[in-house]
Antibody, heavy 122, light 109 residues
Framework: EVQLLESGGGLVQPGGSLRLSCAAS????????MSWVRQAPGKGLEWVSA????????YYADSVKGRFTISRDNSKNTLYLQMNSLRAEDTAVYYC???????????????WGQGTMVTVSS | EIVLTQSPATLSLSPGERATLSCGAS???????LAWYQQKPGLAPRLLIY???SRATGIPDRFSGSGSGTDFTLTISRLEPEDFAVYYC??????????FGGGTKVEIK
């Protein structure tokens, strides 16, 4: 079964850091680009960042550029999101998502994790 | 950045009725690279439609997508009780940022 499982969320103070992880199983992880998508409480979906299958190309939303870093370890089938200089507006459920196709660096997302909540508050 | 605008914000319908959801783009979406997702409270989004009109694996044929350029539509031919949810469109045809629409809530009338 194809599955994504996020971890690492929690409560952090403004200006703090957090690293999210997304463990993948059931597919050839290194063949697929992956993304992080977030959803603030009661709001819509916002794409945050994407990374190619090899990890050689990365992309970011302007709202997180320079503060967040996406990476992956294909030997561990794991995706990461390092979040620094966190702000109250970063409070959201963070989902990792798998690209539908095994080509290109961004696509529709056919598999989503269950999400992990990040709360930035003093 | 391509801005997606979904309408209406809320659609109040009864089971068995037809639902028509719209997604308008601020500029043409390349190669009709547009997807639709369904999200229920407390759950992750589920892919319904990709490439504007292709149904994802396991999606019932009462869901259909159409459109090209800047105007796209998701149609649910006959609403089932489990279809009441929020629906989002997403474009992936241009270089990032990838963008989502603001969502349409389909609620029971």
């Amino acid at each position: 079964e194809v599955q994504l499982l996020e971890s690492g969320g929690g409560l952090v103070q403004p200006g703090g850091s957090l690293r999210l992880s997304c463990a993948a199983s059931g597919f050839t992880f290194s063949s697929y680009a992956m993304s992080w998508v977030r959803q603030a409480p009661g709001k819509g979906l916002e794409w945050v960042s994407a990374i190619s299958g090899s990890g050689g190309s990365t992309y970011y939303a302007d709202s997180v550029k320079g503060r967040f870093t996406i990476s992956r370890d294909n030997s561990k089938n794991t995706l990461y999101l390092q979040m620094n200089s966190l702000r109250a507006e970063d409070t959201a459920v963070y989902y990792c998502a798998k690209d539908l196709n095994d080509y290109g660096d961004y696509d529709a997302f056919d598999i989503w994790g269950q999400g992990t909540m990040v709360t930035v508050s003093s | 950045e391509i801005v997606l605008t979904q309408s209406p914000a809320t659609l109040s319908l009864s089971p068995g009725e037809r639902a028509t959801l719209s997604c308008g783009a601020s500029q043409s979406v390349s190669s009709s690279y547009l997807a639709w997702y369904q999200q229920k409270p407390g759950l992750a989004p589920r892919l319904l439609i990709y490439d504007a009109s292709s149904r994802a694996t396991g999606i019932p044929d009462r869901f259909s997508g159409s459109g090209s350029g800047t105007d796209f539509t998701l149609t649910i031919s006959r609403l089932e009780p489990e279809d009441f949810a929020v629906y989002y469109c997403q474009q992936y045809g241009s270089s990032p940022p990838l963008t989502f629409g603001g969502g349409t809530k389909v609620e029971i009338k």
